[in-house]
């Protein structure tokens, strides 16, 4: 459990859970997030604002080039959303990796910065690479580079206390550009007070506050709804039934406090959500707490607002449980040890991870009695259930170790085992059984067994090398299983046509040049043969290592796969043969492997039509069962 590999396992299964990557779509199309704003209003962040302000002076009034990859605003891009996306994966990273309490993930004391937020936080964490403005020199600098990726901990120490008359001491400067329309910088020109923001782990991250917002009515239910499901494993909204009755919804009597209909899910929900109290709707942390709460509230003389108020005096003290919060600033941090302490995490921190390691989602308890197979979804659930319970004990025990839970759920029966105590069980769930790969590792898994990395296109057709040939488009990620964390929410878990197409074209875009390429520069697949090699024996002892190296199956030269593939190769090169064909590829061959760093500089002369055949017998691997299922 170390590398790249794991790194993205766990990063990948965070995010399936709570979407930050949305953003990285809907957010960056609308600007950014909402921290590195140039908005009067919203410019909290002087060392954002200088940064903009210095990005806007060099490259602000450069005519529009392409080549030049000049993004007219600074927070556009990895170095302003992306930078704020990434923080919380970053966490269960830096946490999980590091042996520590999983706690942190709602405890920690501390956020995570790369170069752009240590220099915006004022964070002063050594030994990140330096934020360096010429990356946005040209394109092909901006987008091999990867310090913003690379993060540790730090402190937010660069948010001032904002005021109506801090615009007095700002100055700006605006640029046209082609479109005719004008984009402004601004900067701070006197220091104002800086404020100590809380730290909670990612319930204060502004990704995780923005990607669940508030608004006037709903009073920041939503972020308390979402922590409970996300780090207790209940759904409030599910926890009573919804009343149909007329007289009862027609209760204006302040429902939410008095009527048994609404309290029943309220009374947990509400002091919860009181405890996010000092955050704005957008997320933005607010040290006098009273301007999070709208003015149709503050402005009401029937609500009994009195200046200093943090929370609403028509709802719950923000608590947990039963128990108070500590007031204004420490309010947060207070929810994140209280639900680190409550005897439901451990078993929650399980059903989080779940379907990262099991590849399916958790059972859901039977509703109604009246279905025909209410009894087995009972057993089902029930089993299930049991072995959560078991899995969040051992996970205690541990010190609340993340890789010791991983290895305990990959020991389980629901995990490695072909059969269960419970007969429902198998027939309802694929337990023990291959799970369908990733879009993400299905991409990982193709450049290690390849041995090259693939490279992929933006909207426009252009190469860019920053870019994965499956991952950085959203038609290909959905179509293999994935999502955009917008609209579609869930990898898929089952094997599809369309997810079988998707690995088709992956095999065949790639593997027409990776083979060309592998013969030319002593790759990793056909050491020890050449293109020219035709010795039988050689042959069929190729494909018993290719197997292994694709499929892990252990096979030997009589087996009837080989055998299978060996006429499949055979059979290939001989009809390129037959048709005097004695190039790998030609006008006739669908091959946009030039497009890389690809067959075009390697010698594709191939006059026993081998390359081409080998091509074949790869792809066949490359769209088997066993290589898009683990």
Known sequence: MTGDG????????????????????????????????????????????????????????????????????????????????????????????????????????????????NKI?????????????????????????????????????????????????REQFCVEQDSGNSICYERYTKTLPFVNVPHAGILTMPAFLQRYPSTETNRNRARARWTYKFFLDVDIEKSAARTTDPVALADTNNTTMNNKNCTVCHQRMDPA????????????????????????????PNSGFQHGDTWYRDMRTPGFEGMYANKGFDSLPWLGRAIAADPRFPKATVAFWWKAVMGTTTVMAPMEMSDA????????????????????????????????????????EWFRS?????????????????RLLSVEELEAKIEDVVGLEFQGWNASGDLQPSRKLLTSNDRFRIAGGGGDMVIVKDRAEKSTTLIANTAQMAAMRIMCGAVIKDFETNGVMFRGIDRNTTNPTKLKNKIVELYDRFLGEKLTTTSLDVVDTYELLTASAKERRDNDIHWAMDEDTSCPWEEHDGWNKYDAHDPKGMIYAWTDVVALLMMDYKFIHE
């Open 418 to 434: 072909a059969t269960t105590d419970s007969n429902a069980m198998v027939a309802k769930v694929n337990v023990g059984a291959r």
């Open 121 to 169: 936080y004022r964070s002063n964490v050594s030994g990140l690479p330096a934020y360096n403005l010429d990356i946005f020199e040209d394109c092909d600098t901006l987008h091999s580079d990867t310090s913003v990726y690379e993060f540790k901990p730090g402190k937010d120490n660069g948010r001032i206390f904002h005021t109506d008359n801090s615009i007095d001491n």
């Open 273 to 300: 959500a009181g405890t996010f109290q000092m955050f704005a709707d957008n997320g933005h942390y607010i040290p006098n707490g009273d301007n999070t709460m709208p003015w149709s509230y503050k402005g009401n």
């Open 6 to 117: 794991f790194d993205m396992f766990v990063a990948n299964g965070a995010d399936e859970v709570l979407l930050m990557t949305a953003f990285q779509k809907a957010q960056i199309e609308n600007g950014g997030l909402h921290i590195l704003a140039s908005n009067p209003n919203t410019m909290l962040y002087p060392e954002a604002a200088k940064m903009r302000w210095d990005f806007g002076k060099k490259y602000g009034s450069r005519p529009h080039d392409p080549e030049k990859c000049n993004i007219y605003d600074w927070d556009y891009e990895r170095y302003g959303t992306n930078s704020l996306v990434l923080q919380p994966l970053e966490l269960f990273k830096y946490v999980i990796n590091n042996d520590r309490s999983y706690k942190e993930i709602l405890t920690a004391d501390y956020t995570m910065v790369n170069n752009v937020l």
């Open 373 to 412: 197979d209410y009894n087995n979804q009972l057993v089902l659930f029930n089993a299930q259930d049991k072995a959560m319970s078991e899995l969040g004990e051992k996970f205690m025990r541990s010190g609340f170790n993340a890789k010791d839970l991983f290895v305990e759920m990959a020991m389980s």
